[in-house]
């Protein structure tokens, strides 16, 4: 790689620091290509980037950005899988991921300026994704509405009933 292609590298990574949401780092040592292929899918399908990174080249790009304090976990084979609309989305996936395979290893994550250890990654990959949340807060919108209607027709129903009652008398 010369040098121009290592400083373009530098600035993408730069840009990847700067605009994700969140963070995973990862590592890939250990794992065979269809293992590594397979991550590269299942995050692919959920729209989250995934690259395996020189260290050297990263550890100068986030020298600089506000996840400077991922600094030290670039060691070994680092992979990192980023997304700059959902927050929990890397972290529910690699999580998963790494129940089916134990080779591979989670070492930390990023998001809101904070860095994350490998519990609080877990913990973080429980929360509701933002499409959850969105489908919550709709419900909720929607059940006072439908609860208002619900008392405003009672009186109607109830007055229904008692007709009908009476016209089930009068016929017996």
């Given amino acids: ?28 040592q250990g ?22 990174v020189k260290n050297k080249l990263a550890k100068i790009a986030v020298d600089t950005t ?10 070994n084979q680092t992979a990192i899988a980023w997304s700059t609309t959902d927050a929990v989305g890397p972290a529910k996936i690699l999580v998963k991921y790494q129940k089916d395979v134990e080779k591979f290893e989670i070492r930390s994550g990023f998001n809101a300026g904070n860095r994350l250890d490998l519990a609080a ?11 959850e949340l969105r489908a919550q807060l709709l419900g909720v919108m929607q059940a006072v509405p439908a609860k ?15 007709i009908q009652a009476k016209v089930d008398k009068d016929k017996e």
């Fill in 1 to 28: 790689m010369d040098r121009v292609q290592k400083q373009e590298q530098i600035d993408f990574l730069k840009d990847v620091f700067a605009s994700a949401e969140s963070i995973v780092l990862g590592s890939v």
């Fill in 31 to 52: 794992l065979d290509g269809n293992q590594v292929a397979t991550l590269r899918r299942k995050l692919h399908e959920a729209g989250i980037q995934f690259k395996v």
């Fill in 66 to 75: 506000p996840a400077k304090p991922l600094f030290d976990d670039f060691v």
């Fill in 121 to 131: 990654v877990k913990a973080f990959a429980k929360l509701p994704s933002l499409d």
């Fill in 148 to 162: 208002l209607l619900a008392q405003v027709n009672a009186p109607a129903s109830h007055v229904l009933g008692v």
